[in-house]
T-cell receptor, first 113, second 114 residues
């Protein structure tokens, strides 16, 4: 069965610092991978997704993620964090059957001024 | 822009009550989903629907049912609410079935069962 692990429950970074959020997945076939962000009081918004091709994927708001098959990872990065990036981030893997997603437990990002 | 709306942002219900959570999408999407979100557990799929009157169980369907009478509307029903159903409920939709399809989420309904 597929699973997604986000090892860091909370992360605090200073504004302007770089960011990396970790995501590890377990899935037998070629994975379809997603990062979503949930700002306070909001639903989830797609940041980026990977399903084939270049393993470095660019997303919205200056985020990127790199798919590493050998490490079963899909880490999210941003070179310089802004205070508005404070939110909860979810990694997910898409299952082939019916467009279902399996989500990780989420990482809550706090940004220090 | 895709818009997914949920009928209530906050609900307080008593144990044993029948609860309806409503979700509407305005982009003619084929698929609709109901998730519950709990701290540390992320989002877990309750039910999804790929067409009107069609439904499939997700990972945690026990204690829930769904209804999709019209393409744009997907309802989640708690037949007899229990305190362990206190949670945030999120509705989502996607244009087609396919593992690479993007899901679009509503703002969520925070349900408290007393």
């Amino acid at each position: 069965a597929q699973s997604v692990t986000q090892p860091d429950i909370h992360i605090t970074v200073s504004e302007g610092a770089s960011l990396e959020l970790r995501c590890n997945y377990s899935y037998g076939a070629t994975p379809y991978l997603f990062w979503y962000v949930q700002s306070p009081g909001q639903g989830l918004q797609l940041l980026l997704k990977y399903f084939s091709g270049d393993t470095l994927v660019q997303g919205i708001k200056g985020f990127e993620a790199e798919f590493k098959r050998s490490q079963s990872s899909f880490n999210l990065r941003k070179p310089s964090v802004h205070w508005s990036d404070a939110a909860e981030y979810f990694c997910a893997v898409g299952r082939n059957a019916g467009n279902m997603l399996t989500f990780g437990g989420g990482t809550r990002l706090m940004v220090k001024p | 822009d895709v818009k997914v709306t949920q009928s209530s942002r906050y609900l307080v219900k008593r144990t044993g009550e029948k609860v309806f959570l409503e979700c509407v999408q305005d982009m003619d999407h084929e698929n609709m989903f109901w998730y519950r979100q709990d701290p540390g557990l992320g989002l877990r799929l309750i039910y999804f629907s790929y067409d009107v009157k069609m439904k499939e169980k997700g990972d945690i369907p026990e204690g829930y049912s769904v209804s999709r009478e019209k393409k744009e509307r997907f309802s989640l029903i708690l037949e007899s609410a229990s305190t362990n159903q206190t949670s945030m409920y999120l509705c989502a939709s996607s244009l087609f079935s396919g593992a690479q399809e993007t899901q679009y989420f509503g703002p969520g309904t925070r349900l408290l069962v007393l």
